[in-house]
C-alpha cells in the first residue's frame, strides 16, 4: 500500500506540474496575443493619424495651388484684358467709333468667360459632374487658348474611373504636374492620355517636350520641383507614379491607379 499510495502522490504531482505548465503556455499565449492585438491597434491608429496628417497637408497644399492659380490668371488674363478695356475707354472722350464699342464689348465678353472659366476650374462639384475626361479636356483646351502650347489628347471608350473621390485627387494631380511643366520644362507641346485594360488598371500619362531633368532630384528635397508631392498623394488612392526624363528629351509622368477590387 505505501508503494502504491507513492504511485498515486507522484501520478498526482506530475499531472498537477503538467496542468500548470498547460495554464502557463495558454496564459502565455493570450498574454501574446493580447500584446499582438494592442500593437496591431495601435499602428492601425498611427495609420489612420498618419493619413488624416496627409490628407490635411494635401488640402492646404491644394488651397495655396488654388490661390496661387487665381492670382496667376487674374494678372496674366483678366487683369490684362480689363486693362485694355479701360484704354478703351479712356478713348472715347476724343471719339466714339464702333469699331471701339465693338472692340470693348467683346473684351469685356473674354474677361467674363475667362472668369467663369477660372471657377469651373476650381468647382469640385463641376469636376463630379463632368468626370475628369471632360475636365481635362477642358484644361488643355485653355493651355491652348494662352498660345503658348499646342495639345493633345486621347483616351479610351471604356475610360471610367472608380470613384468620385478619386476624380477630384488625379484631377489635381494632373493639375499640378501641367502646373509644373508650365513653370520649369519650357516646353511647348503637351500630351495626355488616360486608359484602362482588361483587369481595370487605369494608366494615365503626361508628356512635355520640354528640356527634360535630372530624375535623381526626386529623391531630394528640391522647391519647384514637386514631383515628390504627387508621389506621396497617389499613396491616398492607391496609385504608383513613374516618371521618365532626362536632360534635353523631355519627360513623361505615368500614373498607374489600381481597381479597389484588387488593392484588398
Known amino acids: 500500500m505505501p508503494r502504491q499510495e507513492e504511485d498515486i502522490l507522484i501520478t498526482i504531482v506530475v499531472a498537477s506540474v503538467f496542468f500548470v505548465l498547460i495554464g502557463s503556455f495558454l496564459l502565455l499565449l493570450v498574454f501574446v496575443f493580447l500584446r499582438r492585438q494592442r500593437k496591431n491597434k495601435e499602428e492601425k491608429e498611427e495609420m489612420k493619424n498618419r493619413f488624416e496628417r496627409t490628407l490635411l497637408k494635401t488640402q492646404l497644399e491644394i488651397q495655396e495651388q488654388a490661390f496661387a492659380y487665381i492670382s496667376q490668371e487674374i494678372h496674366d488674363n483678366i487683369g490684362q484684358v480689363l486693362s485694355l478695356v479701360r484704354l478703351n475707354l479712356n478713348t472715347f472722350d476724343n471719339s466714339i467709333t464702333e469699331e471701339k464699342i465693338n472692340q470693348t464689348d467683346e473684351l469685356l465678353g473674354k474677361a467674363i468667360k475667362d472668369l467663369?472659366?477660372?471657377?469651373?476650374?476650381?468647382?469640385n462639384n463641376r469636376i463630379h459632374h463632368i468626370g475628369i475626361v471632360e475636365s481635362v479636356r477642358q484644361l488643355l483646351v485653355s493651355l491652348e487658348k494662352t498660345g503658348r502650347f499646342t495639345t493633345s489628347f486621347k483616351t479610351s471608350d471604356n475610360f471610367h474611373i472608380l470613384d468620385a473621390n478619386t476624380d477630384i485627387i488625379l484631377y489635381r494631380m494632373i493639375q499640378e504636374i501641367v502646373n509644373n511643366i508650365i513653370k520649369h520644362a519650357s516646353a511647348d507641346h503637351i500630351e495626355i492620355s488616360i486608359d484602362n485594360d482588361a483587369a481595370d488598371l487605369i494608366t494615365i500619362q503626361i508628356t512635355d517636350n520640354g528640356i527634360g531633368f535630372d530624375t535623381s532630384l526626386l529623391n531630394q528635397e528640391r522647391p519647384g520641383i514637386g514631383l515628390q508631392n504627387i508621389i506621396n498623394?497617389?499613396?491616398?488612392?492607391?496609385?504608383?507614379?513613374?516618371?521618365?526624363?532626362?536632360?534635353?528629351?523631355?519627360?513623361?509622368?505615368?500614373?498607374h491607379i489600381k481597381p479597389k477590387s484588387a488593392s484588398v
Do not use: C, F
Not at 467663369?116 to 468647382?123: A, E, G, V, Y
Not at 498623394?233 to 500614373?255: C, D, F, H, Q, W
Open 233 to 255: 498623394r497617389s499613396k491616398m488612392i492607391n496609385a504608383t507614379v513613374s516618371v521618365n526624363s532626362s536632360p534635353g528629351n523631355g519627360t513623361a509622368i505615368t500614373l
Open 116 to 123: 467663369r472659366d477660372l471657377s469651373h476650374n476650381l468647382q
